[in-house]
C-alpha cells in the first residue's frame, strides 16, 4: 500500500475499489483489516473524485474554447 495514489488511471483506481469492496464484504475480516481497507478505500476514492474533477474542468474549458455547450453535471 505504499504506492502513490496518483500512479493509477480512473479505470485502475475503480478496479481496486471494486477489490476493496470485496474484502470488506468478507464477514470473517477483522476490525483492524477492515478499518485499514476501508481508509485505503476512502483515499482511492478521493484520487477519482480529483481526478474527475479535474477532467470536468478541462471539458468546461473546452467547451468555452469552442464553443460546445456546457457540460450537464446535474446541478440545477
Keep these: 500500500m505504499g504506492e502513490k ?3 493509477f488511471s480512473l479505470e485502475e483506481n475503480f478496479a481496486r475499489l471494486e ?3 470485496d ?3 468478507n464477514d470473517e475480516l477483522p476490525l483492524e483489516e477492515a478499518f485499514r481497507a476501508y481508509s485505503n478505500g476512502m483515499v482511492i476514492l478521493k484520487q477519482c473524485n480529483d481526478r474527475i474533477d479535474r ?5 468546461l474549458k473546452l467547451s468555452e474554447e469552442g464553443q460546445l455547450e456546457e457540460l ?5
Aim: net charge negative; hydrophobic share 25%.
Design 5 to 7: 495514489q496518483e500512479d
Design 19 to 21: 477489490e476493496t469492496i
Design 23 to 25: 474484502i470488506l464484504e
Design 55 to 59: 477532467v470536468e474542468k478541462q471539458v
Design 72 to 76: 450537464d453535471n446535474g446541478e440545477q
